[in-house]
């Protein structure tokens, strides 16, 4: 890629609008040509292989046919999740016992999905088309990196009229663990809470729904060129996580909301005020087994409890959408590729690099 010829690029890209800050579009690249689709073929991003990001092939496959039960639903946007980098990696091997070997057997990514419904299958009355739905695919199966996604009518949630698509595919992942996080942390207004990798999509949520319910003191943990976009979310002090391991401070905390574990459960009861509740919604393999092994143990010598989030997939939907009616909660967009630069996308949000979320426009 010519990035002289990129940046340029960037400075003409016109800025769109649908959350509390615009976004930047980013502009179309070349890319190779594919074949036209008809009525009964799509484009999709296929992953073709464990590795890296250019794993992701843009391909013409046929079209999903919803079976009873479910619906078929024109994808507008679809954001990029952890689970999604997981899968293209292949990593932890342990994970291919279940993905598949030396393949995957999940081809077509994204979970987080926001569009129209344009079929309805019989047993389906929730739907009609046309109706603007968004939803989190995780327990359905994925498919959202695709013109097309037919899956169970229980996977979605009509969308209200004001939520632009771009905000609606940033929501349901990341605002059901956060919501779901909080709640078995027992949050309460007067409770000092540390969010761990703060700046991404479940901490840049996590953060306005804490401060709806009157929690004033919040630090957040990142990367240090994230510090400033954690101030501008409401943080009251922003960590740098390579200059300062929060683990050891010397101050306590009565919630720890972590998206990034990486360490022992002795560590984290360890910057816990007597009482304190650690909740975990991912991290690397061993930190997590060592929280379902060892987690109970430690909190009871500790005084402590800490727990992870066993994800249930679009259960606070209605909450999310009342939250985001009533202006409480909004996502904060990191960048807007279309679907042919889903491999960029991807790779940034495996970088680290992105500030709220990354979202694929599907044209």
Not at 73 to 92: I, S
Not at 154 to 178: I, V
Not at 241 to 261: G, H, M, N, Q
Request: charge should be positive.
């Amino acid at each position: 890629m010519d990035w002289s010829t990129s940046r340029a690029a960037w400075a003409d890209a016109p800025v769109v609008t649908g959350t509390d800050r615009p976004i930047a579009k980013l502009p179309t690249m070349p890319t190779a040509s594919t074949t036209p689709t008809d009525a009964h073929s799509m484009r999709a991003a296929i992953l073709t292989g464990y590795g890296d990001a250019d794993k992701l092939q843009m391909r013409t496959v046929p079209r999903p046919t919803p079976a009873a039960g479910q619906v078929l639903v024109r994808v507008r946007a679809a954001g990029v999740n952890d689970w999604d980098w997981g899968l293209v990696t292949g990593m932890p091997r342990i994970s291919r016992l279940f993905q598949g070997l030396s393949r995957p057997r999940r081809t077509i990514l994204g979970l987080d999905v926001a569009g129209e419904v344009t079929d309805v299958a019989p047993g389906v009355t929730r739907f009609r088309r046309g109706d603007r739905v968004l939803g989190d695919l995780s327990s359905h199966g994925f498919g959202g990196f695709a013109e097309f996604v037919a899956t169970d009518d229980r996977a979605f949630t009509r969308m209200p009229d004001t939520m632009s698509f771009t905000d609606a595919a940033a929501l349901p992942h990341a605002a059901n663990l956060a919501l779901q996080a909080l709640t078995l942390a027992d949050l309460k207004p007067h409770d000092r809470l540390l969010i761990n990798g703060a700046g991404g999509g479940v901490g840049s949520l996590a953060v306005q729904i804490a401060t709806h319910r009157g929690v004033t003191d919040i630090v957040g943990v990142d990367h240090a060129s994230k510090l400033d976009f954690l101030r501008e979310l409401g943080f009251a002090r922003a960590l740098d996580y390579t200059a300062t391991d929060f683990t050891r401070l010397p101050e306590k905390f009565d919630v720890v909301i972590d998206a990034k574990s990486t360490r022992s459960p002795s560590s984290y009861a360890r910057v816990l005020a007597p009482g304190g509740r650690y909740v975990t919604v991912g991290g690397n393999a061993g930190s997590l087994l060592g929280l379902a092994v060892w987690g109970r143990l430690v909190g009871r010598r500790t005084g402590t409890r800490l727990s992870l989030v066993m994800l249930k997939a679009n259960a606070e939907m209605d909450a999310v959408v009342e939250l985001y009616n009533s202006a409480v909660l909004r996502p904060r967009i990191d960048s807007v590729r279309p679907l042919a630069q889903i491999a960029d996308a991807v790779a940034r949000f495996g970088r680290g690099e992105h500030r709220g979320k990354v979202v694929v426009e599907i044209d």
